[in-house]
């Protein structure tokens, strides 16, 4: 309570008014936010001691609060993993692993089918760093292995692939990378470590978009990896020296999130399977993509996979195309047209207008992407309300 010191005038006591004050003798039940830049020692041995990490602790925000650290472990232990690094999004998580892993002269091999922001990355980035990169069909194990060359430094795969949601063969890409001796980074994002864990599969590196299931209310961003010390370590420095790092307020929202997931995830899944099951019998839907339904080409892989369900995840295809996407998009009243995913309400993305946007008519038909094609991301609403509403969108759309 050093603000009241009877000897300090106005000024002083006032300029020290936000400092920290303990709760008392209880400890807090929730990990409090440490909304705090920066931290105060007693002595230059003290900050040797945090610094060398003979001492637990923090110095600068930078570097890691105890929010962020919280988070780490957290989602380190969800995974299975030794140690995880935050970031200030998926996007700087993944920059960050891949920058720990290759340099300059370097190549990384990824699925052509990665999240929009990745696939921006290997093709814009990387290569006017001198890494090359290299992009395949990760379902097709013999163009995978004859991408790997001498210098390939990692392997990014997806678990589940967006919009398409392709499954990942982890074990086996994962035996690949390890014959090769190249790490093989896996992007948990759509899945999450309560449907699969791809470092138990022999993956090297988890990473996520915090944005999405982790934190669940679209509220929190940020981004994590997560895997063995070393690299995990690696990885840091290259939050900490690009300046990628999570604030304590967003690892403090995403931390509010994680005791649900199991729960949340689940109820995503069950739902989303009626959901699938319900488009796969409407007239006006020309195919509906959801690795739970057995017409799935990565239905038995997931079903090997996975455990206790198929994710959230759902895209299907009008048949009217454009149009009719736009009649059924003004349709909806529960379900939010909204360009991202995993919010415990249903949202719905349109690939070729938000996320997959600009990108050539050739490009898309590689990537199995059409001009009718709806993502939606199924929430834990009651399911009675969500077919309702695509009931009734599909209608206006017909
Ligand atoms: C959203 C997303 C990312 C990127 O995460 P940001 O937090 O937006 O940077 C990466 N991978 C997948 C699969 C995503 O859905």
């Given amino acids: 309570m050093d603000h009241t010191h009877r000897s300090w005038r106005l000024g002083t006591r006032l300029a020290r008014a936000g400092r920290a004050q303990g709760a008392g003798a209880a400890e807090p039940l929730v990990q409090p936010l440490y909304q705090s830049t920066v931290f105060a020692f007693e002595s230059v041995a003290q900050v040797d001691a945090v610094y060398d ?10 570097m890691g609060t105890p929010n962020t650290a919280a988070l780490e472990s957290a989602v380190a232990s969800a995974e299975g993993g030794e ?15 891949v920058l720990a892993l290759a340099g300059q002269g370097d190549h990384v091999v990824a699925d052509r089918h990665a999240y929009g922001g990745t696939f921006g990355l290997l093709t814009q980035e990387l290569p006017r760093l001198g890494l090359d990169t290299a992009l395949v069909d990760a379902d097709d194990l013999t163009a995978v292995e004859a991408a790997l060359r001498p210098n390939t430094r990692a392997l990014l795969v997806e678990t589940l692939t967006n919009p398409t949601l392709r499954v990942g063969d982890i074990p086996r890409l994962a035996a690949l990378g390890r014959a090769r001796g190249i790490p093989v980074v896996v992007d948990n ?38 895997g063995r010390a070393a690299l995990i370590e690696a990885a840091r420095s290259k939050v900490v020296h690009f300046g990628s790092s999570l604030g304590s307020f967003d690892a403090w929202m995403v931390g509010q999130g994680l005791p649900t997931l199991a729960l949340r995830v689940r109820a995503h899944s069950q739902n989303a399977l009626i959901v699938a099951r319900f488009l796969s019998e409407q007239p006006a839907v020309g195919r509906v993509l959801y690795p739970g339904l057995p017409s799935h080409p ?27 996407v736009e009649c059924f998009v003004n349709g909806l009243d529960l379900v939010a047209f909204a360009p991202s995913l995993a919010d415990v309400t249903t949202t719905i993305s349109y690939p070729v207008a938000t996320s997959h946007r600009g ?21 834990i609403e009651d399911v009675g309300d969500i077919v309702a509403d695509l009931a009734t969108a599909l209608k206006s759309a017909t």
């Fill in 359 to 379: 990108l050539s008519a050739a490009t898309l038909a590689a990537m199995d992407i059409d001009d009718g094609m709806l993502r939606l991301s199924v929430g």
């Fill in 189 to 226: 994002t759509f899945t999450t470590p309560v449907l699969v864990r791809p470092l138990d599969l022999g993956a090297d590196v988890v990473v996520h978009s915090l944005a999405k299931y982790l934190g669940g209310h679209s509220a929190g961003m940020g981004g994590i990896a997560v």
């Fill in 298 to 324: 990565g239905h038995a892989l997931a079903s090997r996979l996975f455990s206790g369900g198929f994710g959230g995840m759902v895209a299907f295809s009008l048949k009217g195309g454009r149009p009719a």
């Fill in 83 to 97: 140690a995880a690094v935050a970031a200030a999004s998926g996007m700087g998580a993944i920059t960050a692993v």
């Fill in 53 to 62: 990490r003979q001492a637990a602790g923090h110095v600068y925000y930078r």
